[in-house]
């Protein structure tokens, strides 16, 4: 299965464009980075990959076809913040549960503690958040994954541990990784090829 944005523009209302006829590809079963300077649209471009927002022109595509509009979305986005990515109001099992009944070996993969499933978000270090927020977005139907500075918030440790569970699902499942960040030690570390912003953008 394939990944194609095939001349993708957008741009925040009068603003400049924030990028134009821009392409990107990505295979299932790759690894892929984008690394470029901050505020140029990066965050932007993984909302529209993932179906948040409608580029104002040009296309996403997978495997051809237009990404379904309604009912599960085969590319998942996680976002640098994992507080700001859940409702502080809903416990940790409802929000999981936002994306399917998980699979148990997925929370142990994760190193998710069943015991966590009752507790409030707030209760939660950033890490373990995070980690449930990997966990709702790979539900059975995920194809691709958009990690967006997914880790930059977390500690050495937990950095190690997430990326170490989300390569070995990826590749039992031969996902498809898009690794938005700006260290370039990781993305050396974990892509199979890096794409730098500027060499896309129009
Ligand atoms: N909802 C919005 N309305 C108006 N402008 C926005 C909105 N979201 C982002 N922007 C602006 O669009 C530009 C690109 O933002 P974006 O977050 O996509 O960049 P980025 O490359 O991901 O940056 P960073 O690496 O710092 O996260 C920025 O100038 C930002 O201020």
């Given at each position: 299965m394939r990944l194609e944005a095939k001349k993708l523009g957008y741009r925040y209302a009068n603003d400049a464009w924030l990028f134009r006829k821009f392409d990107l590809s990505l295979q299932q079963g790759e690894t892929v980075g984008l690394v470029g300077p901050s505020g140029r649209g990066k965050t932007t471009l993984a909302r529209i990959l993932a179906g948040y927002d409608t580029p104002l022109e040009g296309t996403v595509m997978l495997d051809g076809q237009p990404l379904p509009k309604r009912g599960y979305h085969p590319v998942q986005l996680v976002f640098q913040h994992p507080e700001e990515a859940v409702n502080p109001r809903w416990r940790i099992g409802r929000i999981l549960n936002e994306g399917g009944q998980p699979d148990p070996f997925l929370l142990q993969e994760l190193g998710i503690d069943q015991g966590w499933l009752e507790r409030w978000p707030g209760e939660l270090s950033g890490g373990e958040l995070q980690r449930f927020c990997v966990a709702r977005a790979l539900g059975p139907q995920t194809r691709?994954?958009?990690?967006?500075?997914?880790?930059?918030?977390?500690?050495?440790?937990?950095?190690?541990?997430?990326?170490?569970?989300?390569?070995?699902i990826a590749k039992q499942r031969n996902l498809g990784l898009l690794v938005i960040s700006h260290e370039p030690s990781l993305i050396r570390r974990l892509c199979d090829r890096v794409i730098e912003w500027e060499s896309l953008v129009h």
């Open positions: 691709f994954l958009i990690a967006d500075e997914m880790t930059t918030m977390l500690d050495a440790v937990s950095q190690a541990q997430v990326w170490h569970s989300v390569l070995a």
